[in-house]
């Protein structure tokens, strides 16, 4: 790979990262969307749903990135993954891993 | 009914020593909320959760909710009324929500105080307004609020024309036809009017086999779309129009039979121009269509509350800052639901939900000195093409420049979708009913 790209592919990330943490939800803003069918604080006493609360970090990031790929089959939930950053799906498992 | 300056009098001519005090010094803030349905209640649970020392006070007419997502599912008799009362014990049990059931008929902003018939003055540190719709019948000539109660229902907040409209198609000749003339956009609950028409049809297969259901449109498309009419065509044999055919999966193809639904949209002559209630006939621009029932769910604006508080603008609904839903018109007040002009988020429970989450917490962080931080919203919808074929819309929005976006991408059920995915979608539809309901109310 030439300098040169290795300099703007350096730019490119430096400005995407930027970007993201420009205007960044928290986690409890993102998780409060979720629980308009997840539960309040992803707290959930029916079966349909998977409840959120407790979820760990690990198993809650590769649920969506699942979801985002196609990987896991879903309803909606590839579109509502589709909506979130790596970054603001990371904050949003860091929310849910810490619901008591 | 007072006018719009009577009403701001109303609110201004208060004695002061009747009035709550809404700040006394080291003393929680006064957030009061008007209206308990999910916006509302979901206000005022999300302050109490944000902030538990929060005062919060909700003002509602009625002392218990009639929920409208899901009320379609009474005419055909898979849910009673009853099971659409949502109580507001738990607002008040597990949170500590205050509630004053009366009717809010004063306001002044300058003092923030508002008032109720049953004269009291209550003061506020903010207010959010969650006034829902008014639905605007007179906008049909020939059509008329009175006239929605006793033989033309629109059924659109759930209560006594719910019941009506369940026995006027109860009662339907064998072979009648079922018109529901759609609302033009912006409206409550955009899939609604196609749910409603596909749940009749299903009914009727059952128990008026040879009844028709008519959909006379003002608009050429609606939300869920073509995978709303594919389920049609698949459940009913529904006629899918040329234009859409193309959208479709290989191998769907119109039998040119007469079908028991059937949907005009405005390119073909489906706009009311007006209707005769006593003959039940709607006169559209392709001509004179009688109905044996007719449901018509009228143009819509912002509550009537909405109005007398002047925080409508000309289109009949609420400006506000996106950021917070802070209203255009008066600082302090917040419009949510509904009422509120928010862009690309459509008018549905949903997004009630979610517009009072990021309004509670602007609030909470205005009332600490903090800036609110950055706002994001969704909206999924489950819709029902059959009481097994679900099918649905999904959104997250951002602020964009000032104005609430759509995050690009998919948003309905793929067109190929398997009837695995299908089935599973009704039966989050059903679930939903209860976990959202739990989310606002309890």
């Keep these: ?100 | 009914m007072l006018n719009r300056r009577d009403f701001l009098k109303a609110g201004a001519g208060l004695a002061l020593a009747a009035a709550l005090p809404a700040r006394a010094a080291n003393k929680s803030a006064h957030v009061v909320v008007i209206g308990g349905g999910v916006g509302g209640a979901t206000a005022a649970k999300y302050l109490k959760l944000y902030d538990p020392e929060l005062r919060v006070t909700v003002i509602e007419v009625n002392r218990s909710y009639i929920r409208p997502y899901g009320s379609s599912e009474v005419l055909t008799g898979h849910a009673s009324i009853d099971e659409l009362v949502v109580s507001y014990d738990a607002l008040k049990s597990k949170y500590g929500v205050e509630f004053v059931f009366d009717t809010v008929v004063g306001f002044d902003p300058a003092k923030k105080q508002v008032r109720t018939a049953g004269r009291q003055s209550i003061a506020y540190d903010k207010l959010v307004v969650s006034p829902g719709i008014s639905l605007q019948y007179q906008a049909i000539p020939g059509y008329s609020a009175a006239v929605a109660e006793v033989r033309v229902p629109s059924g659109w907040i759930p209560g006594t024309q719910t019941a009506l409209l369940t026995k006027q198609l109860r009662a339907m000749r064998p072979g009648g036809s079922f018109v529901i003339v759609a609302p033009p956009n912006p409206y409550r609950c955009p899939p609604g009017p196609y749910e409603r028409a596909a749940l009749v049809t299903e009914w009727m297969r059952r128990h008026n086999p040879t009844g028709k259901v008519l959909i006379l449109d003002p608009k050429d498309s609606f939300v869920t779309d073509a995978t709303m009419q594919l389920g049609w065509h698949r459940l009913y044999g529904y006629n899918i129009p040329d234009s859409y055919l193309s959208d479709m999966p290989a191998g769907v193809k119109n039998s040119g039979k007469p079908s028991p639904i059937e949907w005009v949209r405005a390119m073909d002559g489906g706009a009311t121009e007006k209707i005769d209630a006593r003959t039940l006939t709607v006169m559209t621009k392709q001509g004179a269509v009688k109905a044996d029932v007719l449901n018509i769910i009228p143009p819509m604006k912002a509550g009537k509350l909405a109005f007398d508080m002047g925080l409508t603008d000309a289109s009949g609904w609420c400006p506000v800052d996106h950021r917070s839903f802070e209203s255009s018109v008066h600082p302090e007040v917040f419009v949510i639901g509904d009422a509120s002009i928010a862009d690309a988020m459509p008018k549905s429970g949903f997004s009630a939900n979610n517009q009072a989450k990021v309004t509670a917490r602007a609030i909470v962080d205005q009332l600490a000195g903090r800036v609110p931080g950055e706002p994001v919203w969704s909206n999924t919808c489950y819709a029902l093409a059959g009481s097994d074929y679900g099918l649905f819309v999904a959104d997250v929005f951002r602020l964009k420049d000032g104005k609430i976006a759509r995050v690009p991408g998919e948003r309905y059920l793929p067109i190929d979708a398997a009837p695995a995915k299908i089935r599973l979608a009704a039966a989050y539809q059903q679930a939903w009913l209860k976990t959202f309901t739990e989310d606002c109310f309890a």
């Design chain 1, 1 to 100: 790979m030439g300098t040169l790209m290795k300099a703007s592919l350096f730019v490119l990330a430096v400005l995407a990262a930027a970007s993201t943490h420009a205007a960044e939800p928290t986690g409890e803003a993102m998780a409060a969307t979720c629980a308009a069918c997840h539960g309040t604080h992803g707290k959930l006493g029916i079966v349909e749903y998977m409840p959120l609360a407790g979820l760990s970090e690990k198993e809650f990031v590769r649920a969506m990135q699942d979801f985002r790929s196609g990987k896991r089959l879903s309803t909606l939930m590839g579109h509502v993954a589709n909506g979130f950053s790596d970054n603001e799906i990371l904050a949003m498992a860091k929310y849910f891993a810490n619901v008591k």
